[in-house]
């Protein structure tokens, strides 16, 4: 099973180099008074209050990789004539647990329509991928997935041992409007129901697994269980939803607002001072019927050759005893916390504050796990033009990661991390979107 999640891993690395060489989703450019749809991805009361009279997504794309096990230096693009993941230019981090983490979002087509200045509708479609690998020994990832490495003996415990890739699609329906209004405060609510289409997924755990590796003869010893499992039909390289499963989500959010003391302009410039918001996002699930588990007592001693040759199935079939079942498998969404602070400096410039935090466990296998981030935002905003250079605290990566994205007209681009990835020596996590809609705005 461990092949799926390394070519879960490869699937992540691709899109990180094919879409534009690319979590929380469009860091850094879903927060600002002329987001419009995009709000329905961090909080769906922002919907109500838009500037816009209509907004129209018509494709939006981001995706994020992060992990702690390797980092590239990307600061020396003039010594990658060897290949993007030559030696040179990669350096890692082995450690007991070590955690890989990635996400593909893409946003398609996309309606918000303010009703009027108290009520707001929207709809939604969306396709997503997440991958999750937790608590593996870096060392044994290592030796057991590059026939090249070059490691020394080691005896390691991987507690709590997670890996997932699950891939979904989304067709949302939204209302927002304001629940509470005076002169100098305004308080807006909002809610996203969501039909859920599942395209599959593949998970795997184990609560013990210990290994030993003795390079003098390229054996790895193993102890305790694995298991692992997968929903029908699924196979990672080829995702679609020619038979897929079903599910119920939502999306509820407040924002609060403490509003300027003249904010008579209201559509051209932004009529809060302080704005506070609160959202939980993705409560659901999709259950999957006649899904695959297997389970293993994984006490033996192989030779690494099998883990090279093989994918993980084979090797479990052929060297561990163990035991099969059909069940009913359910899939948890990303349920994630949104805490958000905005404020108004002067004029046509802000900052942001957004945390973005767990509800889900990864041991709460099978489920999805976002992120956790805490990310500081300025922007510049105008009604056709934002610059905005978010700078973020990132779970399973070190160090900070600033970033730049614009706004222009239709067009949206951006990176939570690409400044720190251009002058870093170690970069750890690299993010990248890119959107284009019809924002149609309101009379002044």
Not at 11 to 31: E, R
Request: no cysteine; aromatic share 12%.
């Amino acid at each position: 099973m461990l092949s799926y999640l390394k070519r879960g891993l490869l699937f992540a690395i691709l899109v990180l180099s094919t879409t534009i060489s690319y979590a929380q989703s469009f860091i850094g450019g879903t927060m600002g008074g002329r987001t419009g749809v995009h709000y329905l991805l961090t909080n769906p009361a922002g919907i109500t209050g838009s500037k816009m009279k209509l907004d129209v997504n018509l494709l939006s794309v981001s995706a994020i990789i992060s992990n702690d096990y390797v980092g590239i230096n990307l600061a020396e693009l003039d010594k990658f004539d060897e290949g993007f993941f030559s030696d040179d230019n990669l350096s890692t981090t082995p450690s007991e647990q070590n955690n890989f983490l990635g996400n593909v979002d893409f946003l398609g087509p996309s309606v918000l329509l303010n009703l009027n200045e108290r009520n707001s509708v929207a709809l939604s479609t969306r396709f997503r991928t997440y991958f999750n690998l937790n608590n593996i020994g870096g060392d044994f990832y290592q030796v057991i997935s590059n026939e090249d490495a070059e490691v020394e003996n080691f005896d390691l415990s991987m507690e709590d041992l997670q890996g997932l890739l699950h891939a979904w699609g989304e067709i949302g329906a939204s209302y927002g409007r304001v629940l509470m209004e005076n002169e100098d405060h305004i308080l807006r609510g909002g809610i996203t129901l969501k039909y859920l289409m599942g395209a599959g997924g593949v998970y795997g755990s184990s609560n013990i697994l210990g290994a030993g590796y003795s390079s003098s003869n390229d054996i790895i010893s193993t102890s305790g269980s694995l298991q692992y499992g997968y929903t029908s039909g699924f196979d990672s390289e080829d995702v679609n939803f020619s038979d897929p499963s079903s599910g119920f989500g939502a999306d509820l959010g407040l924002i609060f607002e403490i509003r300027e003391t003249d904010y008579s302009d209201s559509y051209t410039m932004n009529d809060h001072k302080l704005r506070f918001g609160l959202s939980v996002m993705d409560i659901g699930s999709i259950n999957y019927k006649a899904s695959r588990r297997f389970t293993y007592n994984t006490t033996a001693s192989i030779h690494v050759d099998e883990f090279l040759d093989k994918d993980l199935e084979q090797v479990l079939e052929d060297n561990y005893e163990g035991s099969e079942f059909t069940e009913d498998k359910r899939f948890g969404l990303p349920t994630s916390l949104q805490i958000f602070a905005d404020y108004h400096i002067s004029s046509l410039f802000y900052v942001n504050l957004q945390v973005s935090l767990s509800i889900k466990d990864h041991g709460e296998i099978p489920v999805s796990k976002m992120m956790n981030q805490l990310t500081i935002t300025p922007r510049f905003e105008t009604r056709w033009l934002s610059v905005y250079s978010p700078v973020s605290f990132r779970e399973y990566s070190s160090g900070v990661y600033w970033g730049l994205g614009v706004r222009v007209g239709p067009l949206m681009v951006g990176s939570g991390s690409i400044i720190t990835n251009l002058i870093s020596k170690n970069s750890q996590s690299a993010d990248a979107y890119i959107g284009l809609k019809v924002p149609i705005y309101r009379r002044d």
